[in-house]
């Protein structure tokens, strides 16, 4: 069990009716939860920039008919068997692919596989979505 | 087939060279290819601003013992079929959860069901990769 | 809110005995569980047989350094984009990719889609694990 | 590479002349390789009955509304971390849920983590689909 403790923050009046705008529209049920939510994003971000281990997914875009790109991605997947834990693929029409490459693992490697799929010619958009192994996030 | 065209550009020194340290190391194989993609990465933004028809990842961490967390997950999901495509759950340890909800719809309904899911009580990171269905990506 | 009934069988001591024995090691909690698991089995059977809407997983174990192998099978799936939901791969060693296609629609192309894919000239095994969209099953 | 050996085989006429049927109506391109198929699902069957190191897909179906059974699900997938690789979840419609947990690990421990979730009360149909790591399957 956590003990929560409470404290007060002082902080400029515009800047919290700016924030409570956002908690609004993005439908958190109190400011506490939202802010608790703002804490902990930058907590991720320390993660990832102190190369704890980490977790996230790798988007990547691409057409299957560009020739030899779908076995380059599967090839640099098989050689990261550390970090990749495992891989969706969706269909998005007859051309467009979608891949979900879920990875784990120190940070500097998750992101330099990241980088070495997403720099492939043929992907056409890819992205890392950084997180959390969630060990020391409360 | 693409027709391919050849257009030269005029830029900063200094800012060819920090675009040019940023290829390498991210493992470019050249400049044009790394340009395509951030003028890629624009146009996927634009397809989200604009409210077209977009893709994503909607990421999740949270401990699965958080009471009714995972119920509830579960039920917004279920009330998004139409943007849902499928979820995949990575078990960190004993408490941490992965969720990666694939998604593909408007861009607004795929952001409100994201920010739905996100702002939970006990989701303790979240964020939405936004990529697109690649219609209109070269 | 479903009615429940309650009805006596009639059976061979030792069939029952025996039913029992596995009911216990498969770990159900009561004879009754495990009954109606063996009765619903026998309805999802029997979805598949009649032609009914389905839904079921395709497991592919292959070599992804097979030849035009993967390209081939993400070239199945694209056109066959009204059964494929979508695919998750796993990647088992260097060599070795383990992938499930989950899979929804009528009976018959669901089947015929799974017998395009396993009899592959590299899929080294394959089956098609068939169960029911659960509209019809209790 | 591995080097081919070419032998004949013995047998009845009708027994050839019905599994040509079976690999004409499956898609094989030759008899050679269903029969290569035929074989390599008995060593399959073998490594499950030796105990041997196998890989899977338990496939289960359910209403996540049936009270505590999608907590439970997942707390038994989090004690058998060793087994399960990732989940996949497809949300077949309001109430219908469909399952794909992928495993690996020891034949007994994956039969016995798919028993103890197939046999929870609520799982409508629930399969074990057996497959191989695919480390001795030419």
Redesign the interface.
Known sequence: MTKLVRFSVSMEEKLVAAFDRRTR?????TRS??IR?AL??QL?RQEWEEGEEV???I?L????SHPGL??CL??I???A?LQ???????????????E?V?V?GKAERVRKLA??L??L?G?????L???????R??
């Open positions: 529209k993005r439908g958190y049920a939860e939202a939510d902990r994003a991720v977790a996230g997914v988007t875009l691409y057409k299957h779908s076995e599967t090839e997947q098989h050689h068997l990749v834990i495992s891989t969706t693929h969706i269909h998005l029409d007859r051309e467009n692919c979608l979900f879920a784990r980088d070495g997403i720099s010619k992907v056409k958009h890819g992205e979505a950084a997180t959390s192994v969630g060990k996030l409360l």
